[in-house]
C-alpha cells in the first residue's frame, strides 16, 4: 500500500486560508468516510484534528475544518494563526492487505 | 484523561531485538483496539500494527511482517510490541495509539529505537 499524496509544503499569510490535498484511490479514501487528519508540532507527537472526513474532535479549533470528493480529502485552515505552523498528515482505512495509509505529510509555514 | 507511556527503546545493532512497552491509563484499556505507528527521523507517519480488544485479532504492515509480533496484557493495561531482526531501516519514534474507531485518537509521547553497529 503505497502512501497517499500531499503537497510538500503549503504556505499562507496570518488571516488567511489556506487547504491541503490528500490523493488516494478508490480503496481507500473513494471507498470510505475515515479520513482523518494529524497535526505534528517539531519533536511532539501527532495530535487528531480531523475524523470521518469532516469532524472535529473536542477541543479542536473550529478553524479546521475536512472535506472528502472522490479520491481526494482535503483540510482547510481558515483565519490561519503562528500557532498553525506544523505538519500535517492525512490518513484513511483501506481494503488492502495493510488496513491504514498515512499521507506523506505537508508542512505548513506561516508566512 | 488518556495517557500512554513508551518505553524499551535504545540502540540496538542490526539483528538485535527489542520490546516496546506502552502503559495505559485513563480510560478502559480492554475495551479498545491499540496500535503503534512509526517515524523515522526526518520523514512521514507509518502504520505499523494494531491489535483487538482480547488481542486475538492482530493486522502489520508487510515491511514488518515476520519480523514483529504485538500483543497485549489488559490486567496490566499494557501494550506490547516485539521486534526482532531489526534493520537499519527499522530505526524510527515508535508511538503507542488508542484507536477511535479507524481513526488514531490518543498517541503517546514515542520511544526512540536506533539500529546501528
Known amino acids: 500500500q503505497s502512501a497517499l499524496t500531499q503537497p510538500a509544503s503549503v504556505s499562507g499569510s496570518p488571516g488567511q486560508s489556506i487547504t491541503i490535498s490528500c490523493t488516494g484511490a478508490?480503496?481507500?479514501?473513494?471507498?470510505?468516510?475515515?479520513v482523518s487528519w494529524y497535526q505534528q508540532h517539531p519533536g511532539k507527537a501527532p495530535k487528531l484534528m480531523i475524523y470521518?472526513?469532516?469532524n472535529r474532535p473536542s477541543g479542536v479549533s473550529n478553524r479546521f475544518s475536512g472535506s472528502k470528493s472522490g479520491n481526494t480529502a482535503s483540510l482547510t485552515i481558515s483565519g490561519l494563526q503562528a500557532e498553525d505552523e506544523a505538519d500535517y498528515y492525512c490518513?484513511?482505512?483501506?481494503?488492502?492487505?495493510?488496513?491504514?495509509?498515512f499521507g506523506t505529510g505537508t508542512k505548513v509555514t506561516v508566512l | 484523561e488518556v495517557e500512554l507511556v513508551e518505553s524499551g527503546g535504545g540502540l540496538v545493532q542490526p539483528g538485535g531485538s527489542l520490546r516496546l512497552s506502552c502503559a495505559a491509563s485513563?480510560?478502559?484499556?480492554?475495551?479498545?483496539?491499540m496500535h503503534w505507528v512509526r517515524q523515522a527521523p526526518g520523514k512521514g507517519l507509518v502504520w505499523v500494527s494494531h491489535?483487538?480488544?482480547?488481542?486475538?485479532?492482530?493486522a502489520y504492515a508487510e515491511s514488518v511482517k515476520g519480523r514483529f509480533t504485538i500483543s497485549r496484557d489488559n490486567a496490566k493495561n499494557t501494550l506490547y510490541l516485539q521486534i526482532n531482526s531489526l534493520r537499519a531501516e527499522d530505526s524510527a519514534v515508535y508511538y503507542c495509539?488508542?484507536?477511535?474507531?479507524?481513526?488514531?485518537?490518543?498517541w503517546g509521547q514515542g520511544t526512540l529505537v536506533s539500529v546501528s553497529s
Open positions: 485513563g480510560f478502559t484499556f480492554s475495551d479498545n483496539w
Open positions: 495509539v488508542k484507536d477511535g474507531y479507524f481513526y488514531f485518537d490518543d
Open positions: 490518513s484513511s482505512y483501506t481494503s488492502s492487505n495493510t488496513p491504514h495509509v
Open positions: 478508490s480503496s481507500d479514501i473513494g471507498g470510505y468516510n475515515y
Open positions: 470521518d472526513v469532516s
Open positions: 491489535i483487538n480488544p482480547d488481542g486475538s485479532r492482530t
